[in-house]
């Protein structure tokens, strides 16, 4: 099943032109059409199938600075910026809540690259606090898990992936940006080495400045035209249960992460938990990806499934130019993996036996879109002027999104950028550079 969505309305005529054209309508090209329409630039948003409806909504919804790679803290400064200013300039409810966040461990190693990260969090404003294993049982019990540790952030939170995306849509709308729903972008039209528009189902918007913000779909959508992005989906499942009794926000154990939404349901996961679907776009950069996936084979599957012959990787999308496939899946929907939701609801009532028979709301399957480093892309294009790729944010792509949005805005319109965007470029991914891959 697909998670709920707050549905917004689409703008009727699609424009013959914009300053700016933005391909997806998740968090990142919600974000990014919000900033540019307050600077006065006219942005068209076009989306296949509607506002926030793969990955922006499958989430878990923590916004946080807590353990995360160097390279992407700057990035994640400007998004919890962005999101307090939500919440203060959008007439819609974003969810965004700073409850902190509460981590658990029992391994000494985890322990160890938390203690080592402390430093350099405080040393960047974090407000980061190592926790005694008696301190951060009085947030996770130990239940079966006897933990050696913690750490917490109290100023990280979370915000609701069900209606973040469509009111940050709607304020971008308040500020002349037209949203286009159930409209897919087929290509790009390129004249003499630089966009000038692109081609849609309803017709052509002319452009001088376009942003990819595809997720999954966005290096199937670059493909053919000579640029390559390399790529790979990896499925995870989450679960959200009816309303019940409180034991925290914001939760994360070795077996487990909880979030607790607006209307006291959780959604539950596994952290890391996932499968590889063995597909053709995944063996073009198998190469690429293998440092990444032989350093985390212990927590993935590999398998042969539905990814194989439908979707962005599948052997159709990959053999064929068929512009019309962005259309042929609305929303990319994977189904739950039975066996992980309940080892999710097996590992929660370990640990608080008073969620043992919590009620299912649903369960979903996600399809994260992962970079080989596992860092973000955020770049101009090198083989095509005014073109900007934003995606590959490898899981960590809800609560960076507004700061994604902001610094691929930058890019568009050569402002200068909010945060240094030489870690996100494209070319380190295809020129050989040697790959340093995200941690913690």
């Given amino acids: 099943m697909s998670p709920y969505v707050k549905r917004i309305e689409s703008d009727e005529h699609l424009p013959e032109s914009a300053d700016v054209v933005i391909v997806g309508g998740g968090i990142v090209g919600v974000s990014a059409a919000y900033v540019l329409a307050r600077q006065g630039h006219s942005v068209a948003l076009v989306e296949k199938g509607h506002i926030a409806c793969e990955q922006s909504s499958r989430n878990w919804g923590w916004c946080r600075q807590q353990n995360r790679d160097a390279r992407e803290l700057p990035i994640s ?104 729903q159930q409209c897919a972008a087929r290509s790009l039209d390129i004249a003499n080495g630089r966009v000038v528009g692109v081609h849609t189902e309803r017709g052509l918007i002319r452009a001088n400045a376009v942003l990819c913000a595809a997720g999954a779909w966005a290096s199937r959508f670059l493909r053919p035209h000579g640029i390559s992005f390399p790529q790979a989906g990896v499925r995870q499942t989450a679960l959200r249960t009816r309303p019940t009794v409180d034991v925290g926000a914001c939760l994360y154990a070795p077996d487990f992460a909880m979030t607790r939404r607006l209307d006291g349901s959780y959604t539950m996961a596994i952290s890391g938990k996932a499968t590889i679907d063995i597909t053709p776009q ?29 979707g ?129």
């Fill in 282 to 310: 995944g063996i073009r950069y198998a190469r690429e990806f293998l440092p990444q996936f032989r350093r985390r084979l212990k927590n993935v599957r590999l398998a042969v499934g539905p990814s194989f012959v439908s």
């Fill in 77 to 180: 400064s400007v998004a919890m910026r962005m999101w307090d200013g939500f919440m203060a300039d959008l007439p819609d409810d974003v969810g965004f809540r700073r409850c902190g966040l509460f981590y658990a461990t029992d391994n000494e190693k985890q322990m160890a690259e938390w203690a080592a990260w402390q430093p350099y969090g405080l040393a960047n404003g974090v407000d980061t606090r190592l926790l005694s294993a008696a301190e951060i049982a009085q947030h996770i019990p130990e239940g079966p898990r006897k933990w050696i540790g913690g750490i917490s952030s109290p100023n990280d939170g979370k915000a609701e992936p069900a209606l973040a995306g469509p009111a940050i849509a709607l304020g971008a709308r308040a500020h002349g940006a037209t949203i286009h």
């Fill in 312 to 440: 962005p990787e599948s052997l159709f999308a990959q053999l064929r130019d068929d512009e019309t496939i962005f259309e042929r899946t609305r929303v990319l929907d994977p189904a739950p993996q039975q066996w992980l939701v309940r080892r999710i609801l097996a590992n929660v009532a370990a640990t608080f036996p008073e969620l043992a028979g919590v009620e299912i709301e649903g369960a979903w399957g996600a399809l994260v879109d992962c970079s080989p480093d596992a860092v973000p892309v955020i770049s101009k294009v090198e083989q095509v002027a005014g073109l900007v790729l934003a995606a590959g944010a490898s899981g960590h792509g809800f609560g960076m999104g507004p700061g994604i949005g902001a610094l691929a805005a930058d890019l568009l319109v050569d402002n200068e950028p909010c945060v240094d965007p030489t870690p996100f470029r494209l070319s380190r991914l295809v020129d050989g550079s040697p790959l340093d891959i995200g941690g913690l």
